[in-house]
């Protein structure tokens, strides 16, 4: 048995270092808004609307706009991908923000504070840097260049997609919040950077991205080609202009398929996407490209624009050339074509829509030129804070074309940078997130079943057509959210409680972890120290934890201290103290070498328990090792594995030291345990001990001759604890089962998984209820006669009146169906066994 080296680890630090039970689970790390999804949908699965509601408002005060415009890369991360489908997130959101529209007006700002702060773009990062500064009580203004706030979401997003009644009400909340709002303001024409320098004390600019940029072929002059920006924003505006029954448009992004899905509303018979990448490749989300394809949306994967074909000042037409290869060779964008693969097609108007830039002419003179690129403008990626002192920039204007969700990120990250600034503070090591990140989180999806995604309600493709403004996307009914809700994993990572009785008792706050034990152990464990000696001690948590630790661990390290303070053992361990002081007298205990031979190769150590069970099977399996292996000698003694559960090292010491000595007296070079407890204490704490198990030994060198094996039956086994790092002792006893002609079903714990019988770490003496719990639980996956390797599981399970056998009883006992049903012995006569048996094999 391999036993890992644990002796200088602190598992208290080893556990608060790297428990990942509470770390947050992946549709919150994807969300660069860091909203709590989890906690959304536990709510929402309550019926509790109102609070799930209050989540998403704590990071996110524009859920109607978010919950239908984002391109939700928390889906994309849903552990449920892994499965069917993801939990459809923002449609959820979007359900909680229709039922209460109010909600989010229903804030107010912080203490105010002197200081004055400008925002120019009221686009989402400007608008979430105006909330937050507003919360942290500074006095905002706001410059907005169009007559309404908004930005991109006002400008470019369809209203088929985002209804100006939902976008008016959310942007309200400036009002509501008491930011001044300075519209038709354009920064570098109506008011410049020194002058906002000069009268704020500290300046965000979230100007977006506004300049379409162009395809830079000929023919792009003609009067039918546009720029998709250009067109969407007179979509929106109700001033769309004629693009003709043909439109082509020219990119691959979200931004092209709304260009593309607004000319087939208006007037467009046939629309074709051209873009470079192929279907696979398209940054647009695949979601959005469906829909193109549902409206009956031609795409042309592969090719770019070599000229746009006119005649008379008109369009006609484009000539295309194939992609050769859209990347280099380190993976940037750089395409290259087949200039001898071309194609032409007919149109009436060409709207380019392959992506947008800043216009910086709103630096003045000799204001820092340098910090813009051909497409952003720097700045820290920490702070968000330029080389112009005071300023800060975040959103597209910094990251370039990116997604409303991100840039509302940045503004909340603006917003406290400079809150930092003012304060002449440093940044907080933790800081509101950018982007989406990844999570150390790992979710056992063993056994969970399939849950079908819900559908929300579209409106039909012949109204879309004939009603070209009305919203698209209806939503979830009560009953589609609840069922959505409802196929939420809530992921977390809490198999150890979930496993453990002792856990579930004291670990008590979502989202139960090791972590909060620890803490528990940290705080009371020295004051109430039946919390440490109330952990079984079987090693579960281990072996469901993806981080390979050990709870029992941290309560057996709380144990050892408890007894250097004299405050341990407790004085309901008297009768184990005992128990281990007597049966390591030489009143109990034997070692002695095959008295046939006089010598002791190896010596048999059938443990404490198993001579108390049954002197019998002790006696026939050193009857069986001695006629397989002559030169087995014997030791009847205790291992110091009850000491060591008490926390008591020196008496450990002792104990093991006696075994360890009496091998060398004997000149044995190998010990055969028949309990697993006992090779795994040995193999720990005496690694130089060549041990083997009994079950491996009998495996090996066959069943006994004139063996009664009875007749065939179905068993359930029940591994030991002790066994648990123990595979090939596991599987030994499964196949001696097995070569007596008998059966067995696993129960859904065994093996490596196996649960506690009750006994361990001698629970029963301080928490007897607990310990029957641990029992009642072992026994519930039980559905046939139980089989196992300890003597000390076997009393508990016929204890609780279960029929169970040691497996040694199939193998030595021809009577074992009697055995089945037998109560275990009281103490008294188990003394009074392994006192009777000392001396009848000393003769």
């Not at 260049?145 to 930005?151: N, R």
């Not at 042309?300 to 746009?308: E, P, Q, S």
């Not at 009750?758 to 007897?768: I, K, L, S």
């Not at 003597?791 to 199939?810: G, I, K, Q, S």
Request: aromatic share 6%; with cysteine.
């Amino acid at each position: 048995m391999e036993i890992k080296d644990t002796a200088n680890i602190n598992w208290s630090e080893k556990i608060l270092a790297e428990c990942i039970g509470e770390e947050p689970p992946p549709c919150q790390t994807a969300c660069p808004l860091d909203i709590r999804v989890r906690e959304k949908l536990r709510f929402l699965k309550e019926g509790n609307l109102a609070a799930a509601l209050a989540v998403v408002l704590e990071r996110c005060p524009f859920p109607g706009i978010l919950g239908r415009i984002c391109f939700h890369p928390c889906e994309g991360a849903c552990t449920r991908n892994q499965l069917e489908a993801p939990i459809a997130i923002a449609g959820l959101k979007r359900y909680l923000a229709d039922l209460d529209p109010q909600a989010v007006l229903r804030v107010t700002p912080g203490p105010e504070r002197p200081p004055r702060v400008a925002v120019v773009g009221g686009g989402p990062a400007g608008l979430m840097a105006a909330y937050e500064l507003r919360i942290l009580g500074y006095q905002v203004t706001l410059f907005e260049a169009e007559g309404a706030l908004g930005g991109a979401l006002r400008l470019y997003v369809p209203v088929y997609r985002l209804p100006r009644e939902v976008l008016d009400r959310e942007v309200s909340l400036m009002e509501q919040m008491g930011v001044e709002v300075r519209y038709r303001v354009r920064l570098g024409r109506d008011i410049h950077l020194e002058d906002l320098r000069r009268d704020f004390a500290a300046v965000f600019l979230a100007l977006g991205t506004h300049k379409s940029l162009r395809l830079e072929v000929p023919g792009e002059d003609l009067p039918q080609v546009l720029p998709g920006l250009d067109f969407l924003k007179g979509a929106n505006r109700g001033q769309v202009p004629q693009v003709g029954p043909r439109a082509a448009v020219i990119g691959g992004g979200n931004v092209a398929v709304d260009v593309a899905r607004t000319a087939r509303r208006h007037g467009a018979a046939q629309v074709t996407l051209i873009c470079l990448e192929t279907l696979k490749e398209m940054p647009a989300s695949p979601w959005e490209v469906e829909e193109v394809k549902l409206e009956g949306i031609d795409i042309l994967a592969g090719w770019g624009v070599k000229r746009i074909l006119g005649q008379e000042d008109k369009v006609t037409g484009l000539e295309l050339k194939a992609v050769a290869q859209l990347c280099d060779d380190q993976g940037r964008f750089a395409p290259t074509y087949h200039e001898d693969r071309l194609t032409t097609m007919a149109a009436d108007a060409v709207l380019v829509a392959i992506g947008q830039t800043a216009d910086f002419n709103f630096f003045g003179p000799g204001l820092a030129f340098d910090t813009a690129t051909s497409h952003r403008l720097e700045a820290d990626p920490q702070s968000l804070q330029t080389r112009i002192p005071g300023v800060f920039a975040g959103g597209d204007l910094v990251t370039g074309p990116g997604t409303a969700v991100a840039a509302f990120a940045a503004g909340r990250r603006a917003a406290l940078a400079i809150h930092c600034y003012l304060e002449e503070k440093p940044l907080p090591e933790i800081l509101p997130p950018l982007s989406s990140r990844s999570t150390k989180l790992i979710v056992d999806l063993t056994d969970v079943p399939l849950a079908l995604r819900q559908i929300q309600d579209h409106l039909p493709l012949a109204e879309r057509l004939s009603q070209p403004r009305a919203e698209v996307e209806l939503g979830f009914n009560q009953a589609g959210a609840a069922t959505e809700a409802a196929r939420c994993l809530a992921c977390v990572c809490s198999q150890c409680v979930t496993n453990c009785t002792f856990l579930q008792r004291y670990v008590t706050h979502y989202p139960f972890t090791e972590k909060e034990l620890v803490r528990i152990l940290q705080e009371r464990g020295a004051a109430e120290p039946l919390i440490p000696y109330s952990c079984h001690f079987c090693g579960l948590c281990q072996a469901v934890c993806p981080q390979d630790l050990h709870a029992g661990q941290a309560c057996l390290q709380v144990k050892q201290r408890l007894v250097e303070m004299g405050k341990g053992p407790l004085p309901q361990h008297q009768g184990i103290q005992n128990y281990v002081k007597w049966g390591t007298s030489p009143h109990f205990t034997l070692s002695r070498p095959d008295p046939a031979t006089g010598k002791a190769r190896r010596v048999f150590f059938p443990g404490c328990s198993l001579p108390g069970y049954s002197p019998h099977l002790v006696r026939a399996a050193y009857a069986y090792l001695r006629g397989k292996l002559p030169g087995t000698g014997l030791m009847l003694n205790c291992c110091g594995a009850p000491s060591q559960l008490l926390g008591e090292n020196e008496v450990l010491e002792r104990v093991i030291n006696q075994v360890a000595t009496e091998m060398e007296k004997l000149g044995a070079q190998e010990l055969i345990a028949a309990c697993t407890h006992c090779l795994h204490t040995i193999a720990q704490y005496r690694p130089q001990i060549k041990t083997r198990s009994l079950y491996e030994v009998i495996l090996e060198m066959g069943l006994p001759e004139g063996m009664e094996s009875g007749p065939p039956k179905v068993f359930n086994i029940h591994d030991a604890c002790g066994a648990r790092q123990a595979p090939a002792i596991q599987e030994a006893v499964r196949r001696l089962v097995t070569e007596m002609g008998h059966t067995y079903e696993e129960m859904p714990h065994s093996r490596e998984r196996s649960l506690c019988c009750g006994a361990g770490g001698m629970v029963p003496a301080v928490d007897a209820p607990l310990a029957q719990k641990m029992t009642d639980c072992r026994l519930s996956e039980a559905h046939r006669d139980l089989i196992t390797y300890c003597a000390t599981c076997r009393a508990r399970f016929a204890a609780a009146h279960h029929p169970a056998l040691h497996v040694l009883e199939l193998l030595f006992n021809p009577r074992w169906e009697q055995a089945r049903t037998a109560r275990p012995s009281g103490s008294l006569k188990r003394w009074w066994r392994r006192w009777r048996l000392k001396g009848e094999l000393g003769r």
